[in-house]
Each structure stands twice: as C-alpha cells, then as structure tokens.
C-alpha cells in the first residue's frame, strides 16, 4: 500500500480520536503512522501490516493502560497556606513593600508588597501571589492613580 494512504489513514484517525477521547484511536493512528514510515522504506504490503499489528497492539497493551491510569488520578488539591494563592485580599492596613495587613479567608495576615514601590491603600483589594511563612505577598487588582 503507499505511503500517503497510511498517513490519510493516521490523520482520519486522529482525528476521530479528537472527537472520542477513547485512547484507541489515537494509538491506531500511531500505528498507521509507523506504517507509512515502513512503506516509505519499501517494505511490502505484508511487512506494514505486521508493523501496524505490531505497534497498534503494544500501543493498547502498554501505553492506554498507562494512560487511564493516569488520566483517573484526581486532580491535585492545593491545601494549607497553598491555597490561599491567586484568592482575593480586602488591604485592612495600609501594605507597603515592608509590612500591612489584610484580611483573608476571614482572618488577618500580614502582608508586604509585591512590587516594592507600590503603596496599597486600606479598602483595596489584593491578589494573593505567595505565601511567605505568616505573611501574604499581595498585588494590588487595581492599580489607583
């Protein structure tokens, strides 16, 4: 079989991977890709079969196995201090690149600056961009003339 029919095959393939997310067809559609490769060389027509057979199944038998079970895996969950990063901050005192205060989650933390020349008045709110020991580092959501 040519060459060009192995990677029309491999991109309908893919393709209708795209739109299944099954895990099957994309591997047949590495598979048809190696095909294309094996004929590109001059390989006959039985030894792409055999490299399609060959790869596809070692494609289902290792690689989605792998893949499911990566693909269960729960999300990771940020906890503790982690957490609070990219939350929102209400400025309860006046933040410099030093020391302020904001309120977070419904408790007070100290805060500083992120960029040390802003100065974030009280009432401002504030994105949480790290957490350093007790102390948030905070960026203003607003920047105010």
Request: no cysteine; proline share 5%; aromatic share 6%.
């Amino acid at each position: 079989m040519p060459w060009f029919v192995w990677l029309l095959l491999a991109a309908a393939l893919g393709v209708a991977e795209f739109f299944t997310l099954t895990l099957v067809l994309g591997l047949f559609a590495g598979a048809a890709l190696v095909a294309a490769v094996v004929a590109g060389v001059g390989v006959g027509t039985l030894g792409q079969l055999v490299a399609l057979g060959v790869t596809a199944a070692a494609g289902l038998l290792l690689a989605r196995p792998a893949a499911l079970r990566y693909m269960a895996q729960p999300p990771v969950m940020r906890d503790g201090s982690d957490a609070l990063i990219g939350r929102r901050a209400e400025v309860v005192q006046e933040v410099t690149a030093t020391r302020g205060l904001v309120r977070l989650g419904g408790e007070e933390w100290t805060a500083r600056a992120f960029d040390e020349t802003h100065v974030i008045p009280v009432g401002a709110l504030v994105d949480v961009m790290e957490i350093q020991g007790a102390t948030a580092v905070v960026y203003p959501r607003e920047l105010l003339p």
